[in-house]
């Protein structure tokens, strides 16, 4: 037994299988989980960790092996039985309602009723909601008040709200699927306090994620999960990045390979002098070179995505130029930076990038139908042609490019939104967030199709909030701090301790 | 080897009726159709020449005005003006014919009065950032306002016979008789239905409704797709209204009240999604036909008319749920 410091599991699972039409989703996995631990659960997407999730919290019932809870063997019941079970789940997704206060979410479902009359026709005793929501809050050290509106909160802050939510005074394993994904450093921190909290009072954690320097900062233990099988697990102190790597892609990723030397020429391909929107972008000036892939990091809020947006002319600009190959141009839309050859690839592949319920041809060919026609006119069979070039080029996952983007897994959809403005042959390709909540494999693709387009002579921006890739793939990085640049760096002067200082601005 | 030929074309057929059953239309075709043979067998009248061109007939400005309306739809947004619209066209084409304006000219001012509230719709969303409902809602009623303002509430009568002739007149096709309206709808379902599956505009519209925000920021300027879409769906109206106006020979300012219903329910009976990015011209032609079908089938099955409205609606209703039940199982 790995654990040792309590003798008895809170929950335990024993050579439980599930499968789905196709596939064996989970084939006979024992897992359990103690009291005052964090266990982090990795592996590649499709490794069957959100099933496993979903059979703890009572969402899919398994089709064979035992589940206890607190030692006694349990049937399964649902979602709410798990609930009472003590298990809570938080969602990668949240689920609050957007303009309802705090501690209106909080006690969604759960409304506590005034003592007598009152209560039994309904009326809400919202001074109790009110001062229960603001002891949860204070435990987790937030600053707002339980009146606020949820959408004046910030991410992380909304974070919080959704894990108050989610506890209950019987919750004793909480299950975190990615939760850190759309959070800034800053705020992983604050998250990172919290579960040392919950688990200071004896609950047990579940964390799943992508980023495995935050598997070494938070969890005790490691799960790794590959095809649906068990591949290992082992205490976190005893655990290599590298050897973890491996284990939950089944293959030895060679990470110093992925960027071997600079693709950057001399001549500057595009220029911004003096961005300036409102608060969020002040006097942004800096250059890309050809085949330069140039980093841009900062916190959440720093004005990253903002000076996306700009050069992509999807916010408008207080004042400030954009020069391409040396012309000033006048970008005003993103069909104008579509024209002057600017591509961007999204923050949020879901809700900005793709049409996913449309087909892969159709994603892939919107941004360049107009020069994949003749007179308006389409011919099927040439965007048939291009998206299949693409599919093979890129080695996205697909049954045919008439699949629904949907149905894909999270790594090939992000291959789709890179496919569409490669097709539209860009000068200057923007990433946002590139990497963003997919798995380990498809991002060394991604790192590599980035090498490829950087030998093209393509001018890269890349936008991330994962150090350890900033620092790999750029050649300079420029550090943003509240809508100003702090800092660019080359390669060679660059290492995580500047770049957080400059982030925060303390250099 | 036969064995082998046999199999591939089994396989063959068998990947056709895959195809079939995979249609969207392919729950509503089937309503259609089993009403079609019910009120066959249980009525003497209905499968008769002259019914069937007569239930096409009527319902040819409904599926005329959808296939404007379900661009709108298509691509995310609502139009609600479209009855006012029919009715504005209708009379704007009769006023002008009364003022001795020559015939051309004055469907030419129907079809310019038609766009033009669209025109107005369309901007109204793209530049005033209006909620397509609203928007909609609001030039309904000042189209309908315009009609009685027009007229001062009095009907249009005795229009020409060169008018009435695109109205009341039939073209003789492999010896039959097809209502001229019913000719140029299906003229209409092919060029739109062309549009929509190979413009690059066509591309754009589903692309709209599928993903406004991920639409925007491909490169395409979809404030221009929203005047497009709602200026089309106004012209379209307006040949729908100008054609009814043609067969009824007179313009009234109520005519078309409450179209824009009938309009918006045959596009979704016919499979087009209410948060757009869905729907086609064949599931207008059906959804219309499906609603004309069962007006006819209650007056020869000697129904009180009172009726109709509750009927049309039951059916509106188990039509869509089927097609949601439909749906969920395919995902």
Redesign the interface.
């Known amino acids: 037994m790995l654990i040792n410091q309590n003798s008895k599991p809170i929950i335990q699972l024993k050579k439980i299988s599930k499968s789905f039409p196709g596939v064996q989703a989970l084939n006979e996995i024992d897992f359990e989980v103690f009291g005052g631990e964090v266990v982090a659960l990795v592996g590649e997407n499709g490794a069957g960790k959100s099933t496993l999730m979903k059979i703890i919290s009572g969402v899919y019932e398994p089709d064979a092996g035992e589940f206890f809870v607190d030692g006694n063997k349990i049937e399964h019941g649902g979602v709410k039985k798990a609930q009472d079970r003590g298990i809570s789940i938080i969602y990668q997704e949240f689920t609050l309602a957007p303009n309802q206060t705090v501690s209106a979410n909080i006690f969604l479902g759960k409304e506590p009723f005034l003592k007598g009359l009152l209560g039994k026709i309904g009326i809400v005793d919202s001074k109790y909601m009110y001062q229960k929501s603001k002891e949860l809050l204070n435990q987790f050290g937030a600053h707002f008040s339980p009146n606020t509106i949820i959408r004046n909160l910030s991410v992380a802050n909304q974070q919080m709200v959704e894990i108050a939510k989610s506890l209950s005074s019987k919750s004793k394993i909480v299950i975190m699927d990615e939760p850190t994904s759309s959070l800034g450093k800053e705020e992983v921190n604050v998250l990172f306090e919290i579960i040392r909290t919950l688990k200071s009072k004896g609950m047990g954690i579940i964390f799943i994620t992508h980023r495995l320097e935050e598997v070494f900062e938070i969890s005790d233990r490691i799960f790794v999960l590959r095809d649906g099988l068990f591949v290992k697990q082992m205490m976190t102190s005893e655990a290599m990045t590298d050897n973890l790597i491996s284990l939950m892609v089944g293959r030895k990723l060679d990470r110093t390979s992925l960027k071997t030397k600079s693709h950057a020429t001399n001549e500057i391909i595009l220029e911004a002098r003096n961005l300036s929107r409102g608060k969020v972008l002040k006097n942004v000036s800096f250059n890309v070179k050809k085949g330069e892939i140039f980093g841009i990091c900062g916190l959440v809020g720093a004005g990253r995505t903002e000076t996306a947006r700009a050069l ?1 002319g ?1 916010d408008g600009l207080d004042y400030g130029d954009i020069l391409i190959e040396g012309k000033k141009v006048k970008i005003g ?3 104008d ?3 002057e050859g600017i591509a ?1 690839v ?1 923050e949020n592949r879901q ?8 087909s892969i041809v ?1 994603n892939i ?3 360049s ?2 020069n994949l ?1 003749r007179k ?3 011919n099927q069979n040439t965007l048939n042609k291009i998206a299949n070039n693409y599919i093979k080029l890129l080695n996205i996952k697909a049954q045919s490019h008439n699949q629904k983007v949907l149905f894909l897994s999270g790594g090939n959809q992000q291959k789709v939104v890179i496919a ?1 403005w490669l097709a ?1 042959n860009p000068k200057i390709l923007i990433l946002d967030e590139p990497t963003r909540g997919i798995d380990v494999g498809a991002k060394a693709e991604i790192y590599s199709i980035m090498n490829d387009l950087a030998t093209q002579g393509i001018g890269i921006i890349m936008i991330s909030s994962e150090m350890p890739e900033i620092l790999m793939m750029s050649d300079r990085i420029m550090v943003m701090c509240e809508g100003k640049i702090t800092g660019i760096l080359t390669k060679e002067e660059a290492t995580q301790d500047k770049i957080m200082a400059y982030a925060c601005g303390q250099a | 080897m036969t064995i082998k030929e046999n199999k591939s074309i089994k396989n063959q057929y068998l990947g056709v009726f895959q195809q079939i059953i995979k249609t969207q239309e392919i729950g509503v075709i089937t309503i259609l159709l089993a009403m079609g043979i019910f009120l066959t067998f249980m009525t003497k009248n209905f499968l008769t020449s002259t019914n069937i061109f007569n239930v096409l007939r009527q319902f040819s400005w409904i599926a005329i005005t959808g296939f404007g309306a379900i661009l709108v739809i298509i691509s995310g947004g609502i139009d609600l003006s479209v009855g006012s619209i029919m009715s504005l066209a209708g009379l704007t084409t009769a006023i002008s014919l009364k003022a001795n304006i020559d015939l051309w000219p004055s469907i030419l001012a129907g079809l310019a009065a038609g766009t033009c509230v669209g025109l107005l719709n369309g901007f109204l969303v793209s530049k005033a950032k209006l909620p397509a409902f609203i928007a909609t809602i609001g030039t309904m009623s000042v189209a309908r306002g315009l009609c009685y303002g027009l007229t001062n509430g009095f009907t249009i009568q005795g229009l020409p016979e060169a008018f009435t002739f695109f109205g009341r007149s039939d073209f003789s096709l492999f010896g039959l008789n097809i209502p001229l309206p019913v000719i140029i709808m299906f003229v209409l379902a092919g060029i739109v239905s062309l549009f929509l599956s190979r413009t690059v505009w066509g591309y754009w519209i589903y692309a709209h409704g599928g993903n406004e925000q991920a639409t925007l920021l491909s490169g395409v300027n979809t404030g221009r797709i929203k005047i497009l879409v709602y200026s089309l769906s106004g012209f379209m109206a307006a040949i729908g209204g100008i054609l009814m106006t043609s067969r009824l020979g007179a313009a009234t300012p109520v005519a078309a009240l409450g179209y824009e219903l009938d309009v918006v329910a045959a596009i979704f009976i016919g499979g087009a999604s209410t948060s757009g990015g869905e729907g086609s011209i064949l599931g207008v032609l059906i959804g219309a036909a499906i609603m004309q079908v069962l007006r006819n089938g209650l007056v020869l099955l000697g129904f009180p008319a009172y009726w109709q409205s509750a009927a049309i609606g039951v059916v509106i209703i188990v039509a869509l749920s089927l097609d949601q039940y439909r749906k969920q199982r395919q995902h």
């Open positions: 992509f999807a839309t993103p069909n930076a579509v024209v961007l999204p809700s900005q990038g793709l049409i996913s319920k449309q159709r060919s919107l941004p139908l107009n026609s308006k006119i389409v569409k539209s």
